[in-house]
């Protein structure tokens, strides 16, 4: 029954599973919240500023670096959600498709097989930089609570990873599949593959 469980969730678009459908408007509505709640503080912090003796200023100077950090984070954190849609549409669901482990700077990493060469992985990453030891799928890579995650995407350029249901959606990249800086991948890269990574925003080379 898992196996053809798992079947069913690899074939067609993940955007396509009702679930999933949940699971993103629930992502929405959290990440929405929590820019929210930012805004807010440091609403919170400029009336207390006005309404406290000018003195306190220097008091004040480390709680405004650190809730414009947050909010800077949670911000970028949001405008991912659009790309979170966008690779679902595209790529279906791979049932424990990446290896969860700590990565650079304490972050998470997501290994995943390399789609067109056997024996390879391709990693990403996500978190570690300041702010981000608190989100969760940092918390699960350093505990070990989350070994695996469900995966939908081309690993050599953009992703999204979840929990099992799905759940807890994230989106993650390669750099230069988003950085104008950077050259994009095209080499060992099919063309449908690149095709498909284009049609869920990825930044592509040529043949």
């Not at 405004?64 to 911000?75: D, E, K, M, N």
């Not at 790309?83 to 990493?109: F, H, I, N, T």
């Not at 999204?160 to 994230?170: E, F, Q, R, S, Y």
Request: with cysteine.
């Amino acid at each position: 029954m898992e196996n053809e469980a798992r079947a069913a969730v690899r074939t067609g678009r993940a955007w396509d599973e009702p679930a999933t459908r949940r699971a993103w408007r629930r992502t929405v509505c959290f990440r929405c919240a929590v820019l929210v709640c930012c805004l807010l503080g440091l609403c919170a912090w400029l009336f207390a500023v006005v309404t406290t003796p000018a003195w306190l200023l220097v008091l004040w100077l480390p709680v405004l670096c650190a809730g414009l950090w947050y909010t800077l984070l949670a911000a970028s954190v949001a405008a991912t959600l659009p790309g979170v849609r966008r690779v679902l549409r595209v790529y279906p669901w791979q049932a424990d498709g990446a290896e969860v482990s700590v990565g650079k700077g304490r972050g998470a990493r997501f290994t995943v097989a390399d789609p067109e060469r056997v024996g390879k992985a391709v990693r990403l990453g996500h978190g570690g930089v300041i702010g981000t030891g608190r989100h969760f799928w940092v918390r699960a890579a350093r505990s070990g609570r989350c070994t695996t995650a469900w995966f939908a995407g081309d690993p050599r350029y953009v992703a999204v990873v979840a929990t099992p249901g799905p759940g807890n959606l994230l989106r993650v990249a390669q750099r230069e599949a988003l950085d104008s800086r950077m050259s994009p991948r095209s080499r060992g890269v099919s063309a449908e593959a690149r095709a498909r990574a284009r049609a869920a925003g990825a930044r592509v080379g040529g043949a």
